[in-house]
């Protein structure tokens, strides 16, 4: 009786357990502030093909374009090719989602905290772990988004700082690859409609992105 009690109970606990809701991972990344010329048309955090670094260029010919946005492409890569261990993500995780975070400094103009609007040219592609400096395309465009921002301190000598609320850039529902390449520019005017973008968006000082993985 015992033995055939157990029997009707194994499979009911396998599907309770098939069934559990799987821990999600949380990585945040601070972006790279690349300038320059991209390695075959991206911009790569670090590592061997690492890019030129807005703190970098202050002490070579590139100091002049430096400070202006339009030239400033923010880069992030998951999991870091120089993490320990090296491994990428697994085909198991379902779903990654990339949410972004800004970091503004408001100098003049007339920014408004509660209702400013941020234009972002994005690029996404995916690398492997025996190239990591090779990406290959996903998707790229412009996205506009709301923004919701509260200050949280004031600069003495450069201005207010605000903290904007996170907004999601990306969602993948079949992670296939190892690494994921993201550049992300914050500029003043579109390329395919000319039209003047982020005008009083205030000067960024550090852009975030926080990616989830089941």
């Not at 790229?140 to 600069?155: A, D, F, M, V």
Request: overall charge positive.
């Amino acid at each position: 009786m015992f033995l055939h009690c157990l029997s009707l109970l194994i499979p009911f606990l396998s599907t309770f357990t098939a069934a559990a809701p799987t821990p999600w991972t949380h990585t945040t990344v601070q972006g790279t502030k690349c300038v320059g010329a991209p390695i075959q048309g991206w911009y790569f955090p670090h590592g061997k093909h690492g890019c030129i670094t807005a703190i970098d260029s202050t002490t070579n010919h590139h100091k002049d374009i430096a400070s202006h946005p339009d030239n400033i492409h923010y880069s992030f890569q998951v999991p870091p090719v120089e993490a320990r261990g090296g491994g990428g993500f697994s085909i198991w995780q379902r779903r990654l989602y990339a949410v972004l975070r800004l970091r503004l400094l408001h100098i003049d103009g007339h920014f408004s905290g509660h209702s400013s609007q941020v234009t972002l040219k994005t690029r996404l592609g995916y690398t492997s772990s025996r190239e990591p400096y090779r990406s290959s395309l996903i998707a790229s465009g412009y996205q506009e988004r709301k923004l919701s921002c509260n200050s949280i301190k004031r600069h003495v000598f450069r201005g207010q700082a605000f903290d904007c609320s996170p907004q999601v850039l990306a969602v993948l529902f079949s992670l296939q690859h190892d690494r994921y390449l993201l550049n992300l520019l914050i500029p003043t005017k579109r390329d395919d409609t000319n039209e003047r973008t982020n005008r009083n968006l205030g000067r960024v000082t550090d852009v975030y992105v926080t990616v989830s993985t089941p």
